[in-house]
């Protein structure tokens, strides 16, 4: 499997048959395991024998989908969590304690914003946020404490590109680990481990199942760091259901051509934002306007397939085009073949406060599009519709 290609890995990887010889992936609906004697069962709980035991921590539907998406971002292993928010609240608690330190980047995600400043705060854990995109700022924000640097890139929902490597070296320097975020791009377009990162979380909530189906998480990484996160898991539970997994293992089969066909598709609706009246700046990636656009060429394969976007007129024109789509979905989650629009300041991001929000560039007029597949001329006709012209 080693010299496997990642799009063999995608459909191959994890496959471990029962004496079926199923061919599609067998998806084991059970929470418990039995044992053929006293002595396994021994054996099993104490680890001395290999095996599943109870499904808070072991199931082989949910090691499939691990062990294929550890193949996909070059991971030596993989853990799955019930979401993505899950799966960062247990790389924070397998990782640290109270006293230890948070190098973080400005705008991540709304939850992870609220889980690092409200819960982990609370247990005496400190975050500092850092302007994304200025690495001095992450090595300024160094203290003797600091165990973890926290990335996502792009970021949600400005679309700016953290520099992976960059900031790997810094936080090695201060005897720190990386994590990234790699919901938005997933490993199809952009690998952070090979960029020096120790390990990476997802949402596989979002493009890994691919369909708006079911939640999910990921640790993948560094095995001194997933083992850490497996301790939290094995007596924490927030553990992935083997349902879900089994719909974010099939997900991940498709994963590369669907990141691919949303990119195109993104691209061509973000070329075409920039061209309309009424909308002030469009943010994407893969646009040469984008000020990370080099970066994020050199980075991910593709833009990724998320656009976000400012109308004049704030609030009201912003909500104008929401109102007017008749194709695009109005609801926060992204990842979907279905196109959704979401109002940041409104929705994802309405309960941090109005300064974080205006510190973080989230401004009224801001529209936040995740595309799908759907054709991408009936998208431009339904983002037109709303738009003041
Ligand atoms: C959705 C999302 C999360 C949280 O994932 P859930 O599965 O909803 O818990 C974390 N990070 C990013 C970038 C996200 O988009």
Redesign the pocket.
Known sequence: MDDWHPDTLAIRAGTHRSQFGEHGEAMYLTSSFVFESAAQAAARFSGTEEGNVYARFSNPTVTAMQERLAALEGAEACVATA??????LSLAMGTMQAGDHVVASNG??G??QQLFTNILGKFGIETSFVPATDLAAYRAAVRPSTRLFFI?TPS?PLTEVVDIAGVAAIAHEAGAILAV?N??CSPALQRPLDLGADVV?H????YLDGQGRV???AVAGAKVVTDKVFQFLRTAGPTLSPFNAWVILKGLETLRIRMEAQSANALALASWLETQPGVARVFYPGLPSHPQHELAMRQQKTGGAIVSFEVEGGRDAAWRVVDATRVISITAN??DTKTTITHPATTTHGRISPEARAASGISDGLLRIAVGLESVDDLKADLARGLVR
């Open positions: 979401s993505g928010m899950s799966a960062i991540l995600f939850a992870t996502e949600n975020d919901c938005f979380v949402s596989a909530t979002k939640l999910g998480g992204l990842g």
